[in-house]
């Protein structure tokens, strides 16, 4: 079994999570995080467009940053920004963007981790796991906790059936170094978080609209 998982779809689905009721509410962001990750799920070739660095910013409940690695293959550079209820789809290589306006009531904005097709059978519980709140996540669920052979590591890990999610933090810091997903013990999906820096004060340029971007009508 291989889990499709590819940046830009997990792009779509950020923006489209945007007021998701079924994503995590409480998540208790901080001023700022920065948080850089990378792909190393089975099947996925290490120079790939896929495996490349996907950068996120978010300042509290209703800012989001999403920045993609050029693809020149398929002509894109893909930003996201979103500054709760605007929302930004621009392409860095040909200056062209969309603009979506959300009309939930809720301001809220949504970063799922796990974005896999439901049909695949991941626990819907599971959605609620958010870019920012990792830690908190895996406490309120009550995640077992085992150390790696050296005791370097921690492996907080839930399990529901034959799924497992893990994430792995240092032993004496609470910020995710790898996510993984598996399945009858075999990892379908994975990331490593290359930086996880938290900013005490959010810095407001960075979710403004796009400059130097002819937008078109705003997407529906």
């Not at 996120?56 to 398929?74: F, I, K, S, V, W």
Request: with cysteine.
């Amino acid at each position: 079994m291989v889990f499709d998982y590819v940046v830009r779809v997990m792009s779509v689905v950020l923006l489209a999570a945007m007021a998701a009721p079924s994503a995590n509410a409480d998540c208790a962001l901080p001023a700022q995080v920065r948080i850089v990750t990378v792909n190393f799920s089975p099947g996925i070739a290490k120079d790939s467009f896929a495996s490349q660095p996907l950068v996120m910013y978010r300042a509290g409940p209703q800012r989001l940053r999403l920045e993609e690695a050029p693809d020149p293959a398929n002509g894109i550079h893909q930003l996201i920004v979103t500054n709760w209820p605007d929302s930004w789809v621009v392409n860095l290589l040909d200056k062209t963007g969309q603009h979506a306006k959300d009309d939930d009531m809720v301001p809220v904005v949504h970063a799922p981790v796990i974005t896999a097709d439901p049909s695949l059978g991941v626990p819907a519980a599971w959605d609620k796991l958010e870019y920012g709140c990792e830690s908190q996540f895996f406490a309120e669920n009550k995640a077992g906790q085992v150390p790696t052979e050296k005791h370097d590591l921690v492996k907080h890990s839930l399990v529901e059936g034959a799924w497992r999610l893990t994430m792995v933090t240092a032993r004496d810091s609470p910020r995710p170094s790898m996510m993984i997903l598996s399945k009858d013990g075999k990892v379908i999906w994975a990331i490593r978080y290359t930086a996880y820096v938290q900013q005490g004060t959010a810095e407001p340029a960075l979710f403004a609209k796009p400059e130097g971007i002819t937008f078109s009508e705003p997407l529906e």
